[in-house]
T-cell receptor
């Protein structure tokens, strides 16, 4: 069973702090990794993706990938109350021929306190 | 870019009726579209994968005769919930994957279905 695991939270951080969201995955063949943000009652919105080991920065967001440890994380700098949402980690890999399919974690609820 | 629309955004229907939901990629061609369902406080559940011009691939436990999927063009996929029942009430979300992409999926705004 291919799995993507996240801590459900809630993760509570004060405004202006760095929020660190973590995700582990079970399939070593996974090739690309995605972070989505989902506000309550809305559909997921792509924040960023990463496919190489190391860090990838986009504005206040940094994705970090460590394939040896099967670990991907998302850092949000200068957290704002508007960042309060559920963050979904998704993994794409080559298994069963379903190269297009993403496997989603259950999400981490982030609450940024003003 | 990468905009996906869904219609309708909200629908209420009587038990036993059928409901059609449209998913369109507005500014790119989608080789593959996906249909998800999400119940309150739960994560996304993939229902089926739809490739243009071919039959959809359904996930285990999803009834293909109840959830009919048609992907007639590179910009349009439809999901028809046939003989809907109250337990089908959920948030249905489509996503689309572009050509030459790193498999990122762009989501539509979702359709909230309520079956009375």
């Amino acid at each position: 069973q291919k799995e993507v695991e996240q801590n459900s939270g809630p993760l509570s951080v004060p405004e202006g702090a760095i929020a660190s969201l973590n995700c582990t995955y079970s399939d070593r063949g996974s090739q690309s990794f995605f972070w989505y943000r989902q506000y309550s009652g809305k559909s997921p919105e792509l924040i960023m993706f990463i496919y190489s080991n190391g860090d990838k920065e986009d504005g206040r967001f940094t994705a970090q990938l460590n394939k040896a440890s099967q670990y991907v994380s998302l850092l949000i700098r200068d957290s704002q109350p508007s960042d309060s949402a559920t963050y979904l980690c998704a993994v794409n890999g080559v298994w069963g021929g379903a190269t297009n399919k993403l496997i989603f974690g259950t999400g981490t609820l982030l609450a940024v306190q003003p | 870019g990468a905009v996906v629309s869904q219609h309708p955004s909200r629908v209420i229907c009587k038990s036993g009726t059928s409901v059609k939901i449209e998913c369109r990629s507005l500014d790119f061609q989608a080789t593959t579209m996906f249909w998800y369902r999400q119940f309150p406080k739960q994560s996304l559940m993939l229902m089926a994968t739809s490739n243009e011009g071919s039959k959809a691939t359904y996930e285990q436990g999803v009834e293909k005769d109840k959830f009919l999927i048609n992907h007639a063009s590179l910009t349009l996929s439809t999901l028809t919930v046939t003989s809907a029942h109250p337990e089908d009430s959920s948030f249905y979300i489509c996503s689309a994957r572009a050509l030459a992409a790193y498999n990122e999926q762009f989501f539509g705004p979702g359709t909230r279905l309520t079956v009375l």
